[in-house]
């Protein structure tokens, strides 16, 4: 498996959410676009990001500087178990709840109270269990 947030987990992370209709077909209902980025605690910068134009991830690979609307963090032990075994609506909240989930950019809150965002949301992490 090629290293956590690295160039070619973004292009594999790109490929299965693409190809999941519960998390790109729900977005591409709603009409989504957002670029988001996954990165470590601790480290100065994100590792990798996503583009997301109308569901569909159209740009994926390492953060190079740009602007992103979201800018998740945690330690990269959190991110393998919640990779390996899922997060669901109640790990989620605790996680963000207890600081192991942090959001350095993005509105949690506001994405958690639409059920048309947060359900795609908690799928992503089903999908990233499968790069």
Not at 7 to 27: H, R, V, Y
Not at 83 to 103: E, H, V, Y
Not at 109 to 126: C, T, V, W
Request: glycine share 12%; no cysteine; hydrophobic share 40%.
């Amino acid at each position: 498996m090629a290293d956590l947030f690295s160039d070619a987990w973004m292009q594999k992370f790109m490929q299965e959410w693409n190809d999941e209709p519960e998390l790109s077909g729900a977005l591409a209902e709603i009409g989504f676009n957002s670029t988001i980025a996954y990165g470590v605690e601790g480290e100065t910068a994100p590792r990798g990001f996503i583009k997301v134009e109308n569901g569909k991830v159209a740009e994926a690979g390492s953060y190079g500087g740009s602007d992103v609307n979201w800018d998740m963090r945690a330690s990269e032990d959190s991110w393998n178990k919640w990779i390996s075994s899922g997060i669901g609506m109640t790990k989620l909240g605790l996680a963000a709840a207890s600081g192991k989930l942090k959001f350095k950019t993005g509105d949690y809150g506001a994405m958690l109270k639409n059920p048309k965002m947060a359900a795609p949301f908690i799928k992503s992490f089903d999908v990233m269990g499968r790069v």
